[in-house]
């Protein structure tokens, strides 16, 4: 079956860096589309940054343009997310997801991500 298994959060200090990854098994990876949600305590899931199949077109939300960067190595079946100069509010769960070219969705158990001086 398709899993994918996030890694790389932790605890870090405002303006620090941490880089997540993700990596998946069960689908062709190279063929799907991936991307990078997040959740905080008492608010909806939401979308931080998505790559296309190739690498070749990239998504990122507002809040997190010019310091967060979704890379993917298709050799490796892994996606990542680079975050620098991390903010209090980048603080959550961050979660992987995969999607298929006839658009289902698989998604990761998550890994924290806690900002904190």
């Known amino acids: 079956q398709v899993q994918l298994t996030e890694s790389g959060g932790g605890l870090v200090q405002p303006g620090g860096s941490l880089r997540l990854s993700c990596v998946t098994s069960g689908f062709t990876f190279v063929i799907s589309a991936m991307s990078w949600y997040r959740q905080a305590p008492g608010k909806e899931r939401e979308l931080v940054a998505a790559?296309?199949?190739?690498?070749?077109?990239?998504n990122d939300a507002e809040s997190v343009k010019g310091r967060f960067t979704i890379t993917r190595d298709n050799a490796k079946n892994t996606v990542y997310l680079r975050m620098n100069s991390l903010k209090l509010e980048d603080t959550a769960v961050y979660y992987c997801k995969l999607v298929t070219p006839s658009r289902n969705d698989y998604w990761g158990q998550g890994t924290q991500v806690t900002v904190s001086s």
């Open positions: 790559i296309s199949s190739s690498g070749g077109t990239t």
